[in-house]
């Protein structure tokens, strides 16, 4: 249940999943040959921030999740709507792209489909979130308190420091770790009853977080770092946010309603996106269309729409089990 306060929150995920959708219509767009105008510039922008974006509105509510449900809880609920969900679109996902290959751009195989330690295409998401909220957790249960400090520290050790593996699994988990945890650190800090005040007391012009947006993000163009070229996308990725949190929050006191709807569904979204925008190229591509304004506007569109039909039918029908599963409530009616 959203605050008043944080009312925004669903907002900022329905910018942030449009985004998503659309970087991934690009870039499928421009892997399948038809080239997208200044793409490299637009890709660059959109993945600076797009998903350091959710791993910082997570970041937001676990140490609430904590007090309520303490580290094992939380670990069982993620369970539910993280690893679950994994699994389910994963396999299903990968076994239409296995079928469909030749009509994709997807050249996936069974065996990497079944592979389920190896996270596959947007999956990785859900995978290294779930990472994240058990190493958030197990600090937690030895040092409580100490969660904040200790979690920003190592995620910023994390985040600066390299380690390239042997395994090619666990390098590439953990470089997508390294990249997103201190990000749902800072989601934490945001949410910290001083930063949460003076936040609240001091809210910064849409104007100004819109310049400082630009002005950051034609700096990581322009390739100028400051201090350094990880220096500068974390500030870049974090003044991003801070820009979507304001346009956020413009959004929700104009209570424009279907980028709170997109929000409200971005799981859902996330995890059928793929297919939807996907197929609807491939049926443009079939129907001999090829203009690419034609493909970016029907692909986002698809990608976004039709996941929420998905989902409102699965509701009518009473599909309970497609998105999450009680998972954790089996588990402790048994302890």
């Given at each position: 249940m959203?605050?008043?306060?944080?009312?925004?929150?669903?907002?900022?995920?329905?910018?942030?999943?449009?985004l998503?959708?659309?970087?991934h219509?690009?870039?499928?767009?421009?892997?399948?040959?038809?080239?997208?105008?200044y793409?490299?510039?637009i890709?660059?922008?959109?993945?600076?921030?797009?998903?350091?974006?959710f791993?910082?509105?997570?970041?937001?509510?676990?140490?609430?999740?904590?007090?309520?449900?303490?580290?094992?809880?939380?670990?069982l609920?993620?369970?539910?709507?993280?690893?679950?969900?994994?699994?389910?679109?994963?396999?299903?996902?990968?076994?239409?792209?296995?079928?469909?290959?030749?009509?994709?751009n997807?050249?996936?195989?069974?065996?990497?489909?079944?592979s389920?330690w190896?996270?596959?295409?947007?999956?990785?998401?859900?995978?290294?979130l779930?990472?994240?909220?058990?190493?958030?957790?197990?600090?937690?249960?030895?040092?409580?308190?100490?969660?904040?400090t200790?979690?920003?520290?190592?995620?910023?050790?994390?985040?600066?420091?390299?380690?390239p593996?042997?395994?090619?699994?666990?390098?590439y988990?953990?470089?997508?770790?390294?990249s997103?945890?201190?990000?749902?650190?800072?989601?934490?800090?945001?949410?910290?009853?001083?930063?949460?005040a003076?936040?609240?007391?001091?809210?910064?012009?849409?104007?100004i977080?819109?310049?400082?947006?630009v002005?950051?993000?034609?700096l990581l163009?322009?390739?100028?770092?400051?201090?350094?070229?990880?220096?500068?996308?974390?500030?870049?990725?974090?003044?991003?946010?801070?820009?979507?949190?304001?346009?956020?929050?413009?959004?929700?006191?104009?209570?424009?309603?279907?980028?709170?709807?997109?929000?409200?569904?971005s799981?859902?979204?996330y995890?059928?996106?793929?297919?939807?925008?996907?197929?609807?190229?491939?049926?443009?591509?079939?129907?001999?269309?090829?203009?690419?304004?034609?493909?970016?506007?029907?692909?986002t569109?698809?990608?976004?729409?039709?996941?929420?039909?998905?989902?409102?039918?699965?509701?009518h029908?009473?599909?309970?089990?497609?998105?999450?599963?009680?998972?954790?409530?089996?588990f402790?009616?048994?302890?």
């Amino acid at each position: 249940m959203r605050t008043e306060k944080t009312a925004w929150v669903d907002y900022a995920k329905g910018i942030g999943i449009i985004l998503v959708v659309y970087g991934h219509v690009i870039r499928g767009l421009e892997n399948a040959g038809i080239s997208v105008p200044y793409f490299n510039e637009i890709d660059t922008i959109v993945y600076s921030f797009h998903m350091p974006l959710f791993f910082f509105i997570s970041g937001m509510f676990v140490q609430q999740s904590l007090d309520n449900r303490g580290s094992k809880g939380v670990i069982l609920s993620k369970v539910d709507t993280l690893v679950y969900p994994y699994v389910i679109w994963s396999l299903c996902q990968g076994m239409i792209e296995v079928a469909l290959s030749t009509y994709t751009n997807g050249n996936a195989t069974l065996v990497e489909v079944l592979s389920l330690w190896d996270p596959r295409a947007q999956f990785w998401f859900l995978y290294v979130l779930f990472t994240t909220f058990c190493i958030t957790c197990l600090i937690y249960h030895y040092t409580k308190k100490g969660l904040l400090t200790i979690g920003l520290a190592l995620a910023l050790i994390a985040y600066y420091q390299s380690l390239p593996m042997e395994i090619y699994v666990v390098d590439y988990v953990y470089s997508k770790l390294s990249s997103h945890w201190v990000y749902f650190m800072l989601g934490m800090l945001y949410q910290h009853p001083s930063i949460k005040a003076f936040a609240q007391s001091t809210r910064i012009p849409l104007v100004i977080a819109c310049a400082l947006f630009v002005f950051i993000q034609v700096l990581l163009l322009k390739e100028i770092y400051i201090l350094s070229e990880r220096t500068t996308q974390l500030i870049a990725a974090v003044t991003s946010i801070l820009f979507v949190i304001e346009l956020s929050k413009a959004s929700c006191n104009l209570n424009i309603s279907v980028i709170k709807t997109l929000g409200v569904s971005s799981m859902e979204i996330y995890l059928i996106h793929i297919l939807t925008g996907s197929g609807a190229r491939v049926i443009l591509f079939r129907l001999g269309i090829d203009e690419v304004y034609t493909h970016i506007i029907i692909g986002t569109i698809a990608g976004l729409a039709i996941p929420i039909a998905f989902k409102l039918l699965s509701q009518h029908f009473g599909l309970k089990y497609l998105f999450k599963a009680p998972i954790s409530n089996l588990f402790l009616r048994t302890t």
